[in-house]
């Protein structure tokens, strides 16, 4: 039986064209996804504090193509400690203009909440390691969409404020009109690495009213995992304090209130620690 070759010529024609435009396709996409390069510029912590912090990611956008490009959406998925923290996708209300020649530098943010943490991961302790993976979508002048794939991880603390507690109020003398007092509070800094405290302003409260305030002096720093203890002598005069304050030295206890601010100077920048402690304190007179 005899095969007309003039039916198949033009099906070999047909396949051929299809492979050699699957061929160019793929390689104009390729060249596509080229025309505008990522690369991570740095890594830095925002907004650290004992409910989270902020990670971003700094990238440099290089734009080959000889006409801008316009960054619309990313889509990324975040996994700290190889578990799923966070999948979405983010739409530019206005496209970003990408120009050529050239870097553009945009953050790529991921806020952390060590709640939100725990909760999906599980148990965090000292630090977590962050890998983001996802793909930006580019539109060129001709309004098609280029995609772009970037990877990238940064490992970050989590960090807990130090904790404050008020030993009792030793009381060298008391007589009438006074006291000669040492009030005594604790700092406790249950992180792994040692916290440089630049300062502490404090206010302390007798009885609802103010008997001292300032910098706390000497050497602040609180050692990793470890605690440090302050002793601030002062005078009390009862006539400026006023009759409550006076009476509550007759007791062995009054409501006492230690409010205040802790500077720490870290690699991720100033951290501003508030505390606010109020307590029955204790009296611890001499004999």
């Known amino acids: 039986m005899r095969m007309r070759t003039d039916s198949i010529r033009p099906t070999l024609a047909v396949a051929c064209l299809a492979v050699l435009l699957g061929a160019l396709q793929g390689a104009a996409a390729a060249g596509a996804r080229d025309e505008v390069a990522l690369s991570l510029k740095e890594k830095v912590i925002k907004d650290l504090s004992s409910s989270g912090l902020t990670l971003a990611f700094h990238v440099a956008l290089t734009n080959t193509a000889a006409a801008p490009r316009e960054l ?14 966070l999948n979405m996708t983010v739409t530019l209300e206005a496209p970003l203009s990408v120009p050529p020649d050239g ?17 999906a991961v599980g148990p965090v302790e000292g630090q977590a390691l962050c890998d983001i993976v996802g793909d930006m979508f580019f539109r060129n002048e001709r309004k098609k969409e280029q995609r772009a794939p970037f990877a990238f991880s940064a490992e970050f603390p989590i960090f807990q404020d130090p904790e404050v507690e008020i030993l009792p109020l030793k009381v060298n003398d008391l007589t009438v009109g006074g ?102 304190l204790r009296l611890e007179k001499s004999t």
Not at 72 to 85: D, H, L, P, S
Request: glycine share 6%; net charge positive; proline share 5%.
């Open 72 to 85: 619309v959406r990313t889509r990324y998925r975040v996994r700290i400690n190889q578990k799923e923290y």
């Open 103 to 119: 870097e553009t530098l945009i953050a790529l943010p991921v806020k952390i909440s060590y709640d939100l943490l725990r909760a």
């Open 179 to 280: 006291a000669d007092v040492v009030f005594r509070p604790r700092f406790k800094n249950a992180n792994g690495y040692e916290l440089i405290v630049d300062n502490i302003d404090f206010e302390l409260f007798f009885s609802g009213r103010e008997v001292l305030a300032g910098p706390i002096p000497g050497d602040k720093s609180l050692p990793r995992t470890g605690e440090k203890t302050f002793a601030l002598p002062f005078l009390l005069d009862f006539f400026e304090a006023g009759e409550n304050v006076r009476e509550g030295f007759q007791k062995d206890e009054f409501p006492c209130r230690f409010a205040g601010r802790i500077e720490i100077m870290s690699v991720w920048g100033r951290l501003i620690i508030r505390f606010d402690k109020t307590q029955a």
